[in-house]
């Protein structure tokens, strides 16, 4: 008599690690396409504060490029930078035809900008450059993939999703640690999670009321 096969679970809190194992032992040992795509990009954005290549976080959290003079900072003659008054940015969490996307503003006066800027008086940054800057971070086709699950997905498919959340998460609340964020707008992955699954449970109460329609037309013929 064959043991009884143990149930495949997720551990609590689960790494982006367990979470690709666990998809394996639900798809035949193998990582389909799409869901490769979509976690290749939050290992990605996962390892901005791992990866030792320059990205659009380290820029923007450079002391170096910030205007010390306009935020009352100060470069010591050890040539360590004192400022408590890191400059501003807005952030801005976008669903575009790329995918899920974080963007960042930086400000003058009051005003945001998103154009190339160097020494200018009003700019708390030295040079803000939106080619190299303003993309904080980029998970392809997250949009896609939120949908797919509603549609024909699984555990291991929503477990991704949320884990992206997290990586969103923990990428706003270090910027918020290290910058003056006066903004943060958009549309979070929480927010369109929320959307698509209201959607798809209406189409199911649409589908269960056009059946009970059917069934009573059938038996009135009958």
Same mark, same amino acid.
């Given at each position: 008599?064959?043991?009884?096969?143990?149930?495949?679970?997720?551990?609590?809190?689960?790494?982006?690690?367990?979470?690709?194992?666990?998809?394996?032992?639900?798809?035949?040992?193998?990582?389909?396409?799409?869901?490769?795509?979509?976690?290749?990009?939050?290992?990605?954005?996962? /390892?901005?504060?791992?990866? /030792?290549?320059?990205?659009?976080?380290?820029?923007? *959290?450079?002391?170096?490029?910030?205007?010390?003079?306009?935020?009352?900072?100060?470069?010591?003659?050890?040539?360590?930078?004192?400022?408590?008054?890191?400059?501003?940015?807005?952030?801005?969490?976008?669903?575009?035809?790329?995918?899920?996307?974080?963007?960042?503003?930086?400000?003058?006066?009051?005003?945001?900008?998103?154009?190339?800027?160097?020494?200018?008086?009003?700019?708390?940054?030295?040079?803000?450059?939106?080619?190299?800057?303003?993309?904080?971070?980029?998970?392809?086709?997250?949009?896609?993939?939120?949908?797919?699950?509603?549609?024909? /997905?699984?555990?291991?498919?929503?477990?991704?999703?949320?884990?992206?959340?997290?990586?969103?998460?923990? *990428?706003?609340?270090?910027?918020?640690?290290?910058?003056?964020?006066?903004?943060?707008?958009?549309?979070?992955?929480?927010?369109?999670?929320?959307?698509?699954?209201? *959607?798809?449970?209406?189409?199911?109460?649409?589908?269960?009321?056009?059946?009970?329609?059917?069934?009573?037309?059938?038996?009135?013929?009958?």
């Amino acid at each position: 008599m064959s043991k009884p096969t143990k149930k495949i679970e997720l551990p609590k809190n689960p790494t982006l690690k367990d979470i690709n194992w666990f998809k394996k032992q639900l798809n035949w040992g193998e990582l389909p396409p799409f869901y490769h795509m979509v976690a290749a990009s939050v290992s990605e954005a996962e /390892g901005i504060f791992s990866h /030792g290549f320059d990205n659009a976080i380290k820029r923007i *959290t450079d002391k170096r490029n910030w205007n010390l003079g306009l935020l009352g900072g100060e470069e010591l003659d050890s040539g360590e930078i004192i400022c408590d008054n890191p400059p501003r940015i807005a952030l801005y969490q976008v669903f575009t035809e790329r995918g899920f996307e974080l963007f960042a503003y930086p400000y003058a006066k009051e005003k945001e900008i998103d154009q190339y800027v160097k020494d200018n008086r009003l700019m708390e940054f030295h040079v803000w450059d939106p080619h190299s800057m303003r993309n904080i971070l980029r998970i392809n086709q997250l949009h896609k993939y939120i949908q797919f699950y509603f549609q024909r /997905g699984d555990e291991a498919d929503k477990a991704l999703i949320l884990h992206s959340h997290k990586v969103v998460h923990k *990428t706003i609340e270090y910027l918020k640690s290290e910058l003056n964020v006066v903004k943060l707008s958009g549309v979070s992955i929480k927010d369109y999670y929320q959307k698509a699954e209201r *959607t798809a449970a209406a189409c199911e109460d649409e589908l269960a009321l056009a059946q009970l329609m059917a069934n009573e037309m059938q038996q009135k013929k009958d």
